[in-house]
Every structure is written in C-alpha cells, then in structure tokens.
C-alpha cells in the first residue's frame, strides 16, 4: 500500500484527489495539509511514502519546502503537482530533492501511474525538462533567471506576479529589508534596471 500525503491549499483540490486515488486499490491518502507548514508537520509526525505537493502554498512553500521535507525524511518521495509549467519550477524541484513534477492539467489515469513510478523508486519528467536539467550542469551560456538561487527565484516569481516587497515578506516569512536585498540581487543578476524588466522578460520565457 503506497501511504500518500495530500499538501495543496485548494479544498477542492484535495477532495477531487482524494476521490480519485480512493477509486486505487493500492494508494491510500493518509494526510492532508493546506500549508507547507502543516504538511512537514505531518511528515514529522508519521510516515508516508508520498508526498504530493503543491508549490504555491501560504507560509513554507516551494523548492525551501521540499528540502525540508527531504531533510526531516531522506526516504519521503515527493511528487510535485503544480499549476506552474515545467520551465519554471521542474529542474530547481529535482534539484531540491523531488522525484516528479506534473502539472495540474495532466490527466487523472497519468497522475495515479507517475504516483505509483514515483513511489516504486522511478522519476518523472517530461523530456523537455531532462534536457533542461541536463543543460543546467555547467552550463556558461545559461539563461539569467536559471542564475539566481531557489530564494531569488521565488521572489523573483512574486515580483513578476505584482507582489509588493511587504507582501513577499509575509509570503516568505523574511522581513522587508531582506526581499529588497534580494531584489538587488536579482536585478544585478539578470542585468535588469526595473521590475518592468523582470516582467517583460517572464513574459518572454514564459515564467508568469
């Protein structure tokens, strides 16, 4: 029996996948979290064989939540299940410690078969993303946003999104003078003046 835990802040979400992995014979949903926060609390109070998460989660989220998890329990697989396409999240995710990354548009009988790779030891990326990640080791031509490290990323996510510096601080859990710091940052880095910049360049790559 493959024990799952269920970490998305969307009700529905969680209902619909629940109804779908109860219809298995050999998956069962053992935990639910509506934060990353609960969801490592739950991992550190029981086992699971699998975690499906969602990145985009109030308070711990993302590829800092997936290291925790990871952290707490070397031997938990994580399968994320994200709205963000693949290019944004999917090589930083295995880089943190996931096993697959999905997206919500997948089909259900696709879902319940990568659960079952994931949990059985497998990896699950699409072909686009192997070569991504594949490219990503010592890569000197790389693309600027692949520069900046998991912290920058997820603000730079926020920024792009409209996210003021107070609400990306209560979003991370940073205070408001360390997101300008990283807000710097990720300007030197991407060689960008303004945020302006940092959107039209999302835009581009399609990373918003």
């Given at each position: 029996m493959i024990r799952v835990l269920l970490a998305d802040d969307h009700t529905l979400v969680r209902e619909g996948l629940r109804q779908l992995?109860?219809?298995?014979?050999?998956?069962?949903?053992?935990?639910?979290?509506?934060?990353?926060?609960?969801?490592?609390?739950?991992?550190?109070?029981?086992?699971?064989?699998?975690?499906?998460?969602?990145?985009?989660?109030?308070?711990?989220?993302?590829?800092?939540?997936?290291?925790?998890?990871?952290?707490?329990?070397?031997?938990?697989?994580?399968?994320?299940?994200?709205?963000?396409?693949?290019?944004?999240?999917?090589?930083?995710?295995?880089?943190?410690?996931?096993?697959?990354?999905l997206t919500k548009d997948s089909a259900s009988a696709q879902l319940v078969g990568v659960i079952r790779k994931v949990a059985g030891g497998g990896m699950h990326i699409s072909e686009a993303a192997a070569a991504q990640l594949v490219g990503a080791v010592g890569d000197g031509d790389a693309l600027p946003h692949t520069r900046l490290s998991d912290r920058e990323f997820e603000v730079f996510r926020l920024l792009v999104a409209g996210v003021g510096p107070t609400g990306i601080a209560e979003r991370l859990h940073l205070s408001v003078k360390t997101v300008s710091t990283h807000k710097t940052r990720i300007l030197e880095k991407m060689g960008m003046e303004s945020v302006a910049g940092l959107v039209r360049y999302a835009v581009e790559k399609k990373l918003s």
């Amino acid at each position: 029996m493959i024990r799952v835990l269920l970490a998305d802040d969307h009700t529905l979400v969680r209902e619909g996948l629940r109804q779908l992995l109860g219809a298995t014979a050999d998956i069962r949903v053992e935990g639910e979290a509506a934060t990353g926060d609960e969801a490592l609390a739950l991992v550190k109070a029981d086992d699971y064989d699998l975690a499906v998460l969602d990145l985009s989660m109030p308070g711990l989220s993302g590829i800092e939540l997936i290291k925790r998890l990871r952290l707490e329990k070397p031997r938990l697989r994580v399968l994320v299940l994200s709205m963000h396409g693949e290019q944004q999240y999917a090589v930083r995710a295995l880089k943190a410690g996931a096993s697959g990354y999905l997206t919500k548009d997948s089909a259900s009988a696709q879902l319940v078969g990568v659960i079952r790779k994931v949990a059985g030891g497998g990896m699950h990326i699409s072909e686009a993303a192997a070569a991504q990640l594949v490219g990503a080791v010592g890569d000197g031509d790389a693309l600027p946003h692949t520069r900046l490290s998991d912290r920058e990323f997820e603000v730079f996510r926020l920024l792009v999104a409209g996210v003021g510096p107070t609400g990306i601080a209560e979003r991370l859990h940073l205070s408001v003078k360390t997101v300008s710091t990283h807000k710097t940052r990720i300007l030197e880095k991407m060689g960008m003046e303004s945020v302006a910049g940092l959107v039209r360049y999302a835009v581009e790559k399609k990373l918003s």
